[in-house]
């Protein structure tokens, strides 16, 4: 299984500035500027589908984790839920 991941850490927030923006990056902006921590994981199942899980958590013990088969979906469906 091949896994990868994004987050809002320093370290993974470092980006080249000439490269455009995605949607799924501004939804992630938001959220944390919102206050959220967030992360994304993409693996390859067992079937060769790809699945990604993104997770959005605060220090209120507030929580969501969502599940789709594209990145974007996943950011839009964490935005929807807070």
């Given at each position: 299984?091949?896994?990868?991941?994004?987050?809002?850490?320093?370290m993974a927030?470092?980006?080249?500035?000439?490269?455009?923006?995605k949607?799924w990056?501004?939804?992630?902006?938001?959220l944390?500027?919102?206050?959220?921590?967030?992360?994304?994981?993409?693996?390859v199942?067992?079937?060769?589908?790809?699945?990604?899980?993104?997770?959005?958590?605060?220090?209120d013990?507030?929580?969501?984790?969502?599940?789709?088969?594209?990145?974007?979906?996943?950011?839009?469906?964490?935005?929807?839920?807070?």
């Amino acid at each position: 299984m091949a896994v990868s991941g994004v987050g809002n850490t320093p370290m993974a927030r470092a980006t080249n500035s000439s490269t455009p923006v995605k949607y799924w990056e501004i939804i992630a902006d938001n959220l944390s500027r919102a206050g959220w921590s967030w992360g994304c994981v993409s693996a390859v199942g067992s079937h060769g589908r790809t699945i990604f899980v993104a997770d959005a958590h605060r220090d209120d013990r507030k929580r969501f984790v969502v599940r789709a088969d594209e990145k974007l979906a996943a950011f839009v469906e964490l935005e929807s839920a807070n």
